[in-house]
């Protein structure tokens, strides 16, 4: 079993920046692949960002390319999200997953074994 953890949420301005950690617990945070998904209200929750197990394979959908950065530290179980140049639309509910994987890939799916409870980005116009 896996916790995961989010912090780091709150209420920005249009263009400010934000980062989320999700502190894991457990001691095998290295073979799990993680992943960032959001969820605004009245719509489904999407895949923001995801990377792998050593952190070298990495994917962002295509609304944040070049404003988000996912990265992770496996020393420290933290897997963290910087969002710059926030714009209204990123306001939702932020989520971090992990999915047990073999391989060393970022996962682009839903199916993600274990979630963390969400933390609220909010960013005013």
């Known amino acids: 079993q896996v916790q995961l953890v989010e912090s780091g949420g709150g209420l920005v301005q249009a263009g400010g920046s934000l980062r989320l950690s999700c502190a894991t617990s457990g001691r095998t945070f290295s073979s799990y692949a993680m992943g960032w998904f959001r969820q605004a209200p009245g719509k489904e929750r999407e895949l923001v960002a995801a990377i792998s197990r050593s952190g070298g394979n990495i994917l962002y959908a295509d609304s944040v390319k070049g404003r988000f950065t996912i990265s992770r530290d496996n020393a420290k179980n933290t897997v963290y999200l910087q969002m710059n140049s926030l714009k209204p639309e990123d306001t939702a509910v932020y989520y971090c997953?992990?999915?047990?994987?073999?391989?060393?890939?970022?996962?682009?799916?839903?199916?993600?074994?274990?979630w963390g409870q969400g933390t609220q980005v909010t960013v005013s116009s």
């Open positions: 997953a992990a999915k047990s994987a073999k391989s060393d890939f970022a996962f682009a799916t839903m199916t993600y074994d274990y």
